[in-house]
Nanobody, 116 residues
Framework: QVQLAESGGGLVQAGGSLRLSCAAS????????VGWHRQAPGKQRELVAS???????DYADSVKGRFTISRDNAKNTVYLQMNNLKPEDTAVYYC??????????WGQGTQVTVSS
């Protein structure tokens, strides 16, 4: 069982930056894949970024070059650095952990609002 707690969301103007943090209750060193999903009002959840145990990363096309996912196994924390934010990035962001190819564990989410 993994419990996740996100923090770092807030209100920012377009072009600004935020860094989201996800603290895991247990060791994430043994966790293979960690991701960040987001859900905007009236839209489906989408995978924004993921990172595996080898620090290989993957990003949605909409955030490539602007967002960076990273993990600190010693601190059991995963980060999402978001730069050059756009109004369309407004959403609730969720930290997620994959188990047997399923995004099984989810945090409670943190709101990110980007004003134009």
């Amino acid at each position: 069982q993994v419990q996740l707690a996100e923090s770092g969301g807030g209100l920012v103007q377009a072009g600004g930056s935020l860094r989201l943090s996800c603290a895991a209750s247990g060791s994430i060193g043994s966790i293979n894949v960690v991701g960040w999903h987001r859900q905007a009002p009236g839209k489906q959840r989408e995978l924004v970024a993921s990172i595996d145990s080898g620090d290989n990363t993957d990003y949605a096309d909409s955030v490539k070059g602007r967002f960076t996912i990273s993990r600190d196994n010693a601190k059991n924390t995963v980060y999402l650095q978001m730069n050059n934010l756009k109004p369309e990035d407004t959403a609730v962001y969720y930290c997620t952990v994959a188990d047997q190819a399923i995004w099984r564990y989810w945090g409670q989410g943190t709101q990110v609002t980007v004003s134009s």
